[in-house]
């Protein structure tokens, strides 16, 4: 009898290498790697000027209400490196929550709205290499929660996306300005249901 993973039936956008060592995800970000368009603001440092879609995208489709939960872990080298979690419609309709080494220094719980054009928010800083990740999906709303200890999840922010019933679930390995690297994700669970609000989770 074959082993089942929680991976089973996930496919690429943008494929790089995947491994799975005792139920832990491991995916490559190549260099230069991300989904971000800049909104037309641009600098000499810092913010990418260009717009990308590269990054490997690891996903599912998923129809209807659901619960993503993940823990996120990377070994930070440069600016915006990042574990992300992902909701996609389309290029220019989609979610992301990042883990990631913000241009302040820090490590942060980073979420990255685009409708159309985009925006980005700082959360938490989070003084280790890991942290807790939460999606909830409620009909067109969505929240974003992050723990330290996979149990206690407190809230990133709520809004809402113009998306239809099915849409795409998954993991995103980024580098945006940097060499890439190995991101790693365990505990993973994507559950579909309804929670009662989604501001708790």
Request: with cysteine.
């Amino acid at each position: 009898m074959a082993d089942h993973h929680p991976f089973d039936g996930f496919q690429w956008l943008n494929e790089s290498h995947a491994t799975i060592q005792n139920g832990r995800l491991t995916l490559v970000a190549p260099a230069k790697s991300d989904f971000f368009y800049n909104n037309n603001t641009s600098a000499e440092t810092g913010i990418t000027p260009e717009n990308l879609s590269n990054a490997p995208f690891y996903f599912t489709e998923v129809a209807g209400d659901f619960v993503l939960t993940v823990k996120v872990s990377v070994d930070f080298m440069d600016t915006y490196d990042a574990a992300a979690v992902m909701v996609m419609k389309n290029d220019h309709v989609w979610v992301k929550s990042c883990f990631e080494r913000t241009d302040f220094g820090t490590n942060a719980v980073v979420s990255v709205v685009m409708n159309q054009v985009t925006d980005d928010a700082n959360g938490c800083n989070i003084n280790s290499n890991s942290v807790w990740l939460k999606v909830v999906r409620i009909g067109q709303s969505f929240a974003l929660h992050y723990s330290v200890d996979g149990e206690k999840f407190n809230m990133t922010r709520v809004f809402t996306l113009p998306v239809e019933d099915i849409v795409k679930v998954g993991l995103v390995a980024q580098a945006p300005i940097g060499n890439g690297g190995e991101r790693h994700y365990e505990y993973f669970s994507l559950e579909k249901k309804t929670l009662d609000n989604i501001r708790f989770a």
